[in-house]
């Protein structure tokens, strides 16, 4: 009923830019929270960026100044700019959203996960 989709990963070299992108789509009402999280190889998954539905954003420390997160509340689209980026950011990033959407007569909250996409940064 609900789905998150995201696009924009690939190759870079390190310095270089890539901006990521999530759409959700389904019987959605309202969404809270969006945000990005990675998980790199033998690592745990870690937050890397969320906004909330008014705009409020926070950051991981390792991306401070490098990543900017935005949204597009009319098309339920989340962005993930991402400047200077080094090789340690090579991981599978993943979209996430905390939102509120109708399921048959009910209405729900709950959290979903998009695919991931890759982004590997070269040396």
């Known amino acids: 009923q609900v789905q998150l989709v995201e696009s924009g990963g690939g190759l870079v070299q390190a310095g270089g830019s890539r901006k990521l992108s999530c759409a959700a789509s389904?019987?959605?009402?309202?969404?809270?929270?969006m945000g990005w999280y990675r998980q790199a190889p033998g690592k745990q998954r870690e937050l890397v960026a969320v906004?909330?539905?008014?705009?409020?954003?926070n950051y991981a420390d390792s991306v401070k100044g490098r990543f900017t997160i935005s949204r597009d509340n009319a098309q339920n689209t989340v962005y993930l700019q991402m400047n200077s980026l080094k090789p340690e950011d090579t991981a599978v990033y993943y979209c996430?959203?905390?939102?509120?959407?109708?399921?048959?007569?009910?209405?729900?909250?709950?959290?979903?996960w998009g695919q991931g996409t890759q982004v590997t940064v070269s040396s």
């Open positions: 996430n959203a905390n939102l509120l959407y109708s399921s048959g007569i009910r209405v729900r909250t709950d959290d979903y």
């Open positions: 906004i909330t539905s008014g705009g409020n954003t």
């Open positions: 389904g019987s959605i009402l309202r969404i809270n929270r």
